[in-house]
């Protein structure tokens, strides 16, 4: 099977990149910061903050995630319920950082990870693929870009979805999340040994589309 791992910061745009390289390729395209972020919901549901004041291992205990795709579109299901509608908000992005933060649930999360990738050839988006999941990926991608870039991608993003959201508390979230996610102590956010940085400040969607195809067909297929 081949692997390919895509790290990087928030609204990188690994996830769009991901989706549309894993289309060309006939790959699977794995999605897995939802799958902290279907955790996040779970303890925001059951009434905690970012501070996640509780025992965590008793809560995961009970609690199922799973991803299913339904045509081409990856679902995650959160104790058998299709949460997909409900993991992109703010609230949720600084619970799935805060949640990702705690030893037990990277534990929990990380089998089901390494399974997909056994089954299927995949483009697995996240910040520890090649670090931590699959660090025997066949090719190891670091994506990233300023976080004003980042910011201004998610703030049109997020617009066009109708969302009322302003510029400057999207660049401050993300500026928390990459605090959050490169000072944590398990699993933080960095480059791979043998990664490859791909920086897309410059680029629009097309050209790092073709930038990310060539360094893929180069390295896969060699
Ligand atoms: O990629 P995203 O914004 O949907 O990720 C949500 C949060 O989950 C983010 O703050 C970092 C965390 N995450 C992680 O720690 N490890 C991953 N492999 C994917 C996401």
Redesign the pocket.
Known sequence: MISIALDGP?GAGKSTLAKAAAKKLGFIYVD???L??AVGLKFSRLGYNTELNCEIEPILENTAVDIRFIGEEQHVFLDGEDVNALIRTPEI?MM??AV?ARPPVRAFLLELQRKLARENNVIMD????GTVVLPDATLKLFVTAAPETRADRRYKELLEKGADVKYDDILSDIKT?DY??THREI?PLKVAEGGIVFDTDELDFNAALAALMEIINKEVKK
Do not use: E, L, M
């Open positions: 928030a897995t910061g939802a902290y972020r992005s799935a950082s990702s996240g910040r520890d693929i999340r959050n996610d699993a």
